[in-house]
T-cell receptor, first 114, second 109 residues
Framework: ETGVTQTPRHLVMGMTNKKSLKCEQH?????MYWYKQSAKKPLELMFV???????ENNSVPSRFSPECPNSSHLFLHLHTLQPEDSALYLC?????????????FGPGTRLTVT | GQNIDQPTEMTATEGAIVQINCTYQ??????LFWYQQHAGEAPTFLSY??LDGLEEKGRFSSFLSRSKGYSYLLLKELQMKDSASYLC??????????WGAGTKLIIKP
């Protein structure tokens, strides 16, 4: 595996379900990110981890819970979601969260909340 | 507030040149990125500008004017595969990336 991988690619869940999204990066990067992408809206940064420590939490509802066990893996735990949470969830990584380092994105998880 | 403005959609002809503009108002500036995103795929990095001027990379060039809060992405010799959304993002004084909503580029034969 190379780059940034995400599983599952598609997820349909009810509002009472609990599920987790997984992200793995094989680039040796130190920073990892969760983004939400809704149609015709800017990418919304949700969480940032740098060297496994959470450095950013952009007022994300508590029904989204991130976990970063090591610098290669990132999870997003989901519970009691709302229909408006349906979106593409993108994971990204970069060498560091500052400077000129570009972010490498995974293919995303298309989430539908019914 | 912080804001990135890009046109929502543009149309161009195969073989032609197109310029996609991006204007920004952010708290501080620590670089500007352009990404390409094909439908249903992940964004991929195209260019980075931190100093004023033009950066050229093959068929793609990116320009920055910090005093005007303005950048553009120039695509030459357009190909059908260039049909995608182009995202502008600015790193602010806290090194957080602020993203535009993207410009959907449609290439016609």
């Amino acid at each position: 595996e190379t780059g940034v991988t995400q599983t599952p690619r598609h997820l349909v869940m009810g509002m009472t379900n609990k599920k987790s999204l997984k992200c793995e990066q094989h680039l040796g990067h130190n920073a990892m990110y969760w983004y939400k992408q809704s149609a015709k809206k800017p990418l919304e940064l949700m969480f940032v981890y740098n060297f496994k420590e959470q450095t950013e939490n952009n007022s994300v509802p508590s029904r989204f819970s991130p976990e970063c066990p090591n610098s290669s893996h990132l999870f997003l735990h989901l519970h009691t979601l709302q229909p408006e949470d349906s979106a593409l969830y993108l994971c990204a990584s970069s060498q560091d969260e500052t400077g000129s380092y570009e972010q490498y994105f995974g293919p995303g998880t298309r989430l539908t909340v019914t | 507030g912080q804001n990135i403005d890009q046109p929502t959609e543009m149309t161009a002809t195969e073989g032609a040149i197109v310029q996609i503009n991006c204007t920004y108002q952010t708290s501080g500036f620590n670089g500007l990125f352009w990404y390409q995103q094909h439908a249903g795929e992940a964004p991929t990095f195209l260019s980075y500008n931190v100093l004023d001027g033009l950066e050229e990379k093959g068929r793609f060039s990116s320009f920055l004017s910090r005093s005007k809060g303005y950048s553009y992405l120039l695509l030459k010799e357009l190909q059908m595969k260039d049909s995608a959304s182009y995202l502008c993002a600015v790193r602010d004084s806290n090194y957080q990336l602020i993203w535009g909503a993207g410009t959907k580029l449609i290439i016609k034969p």
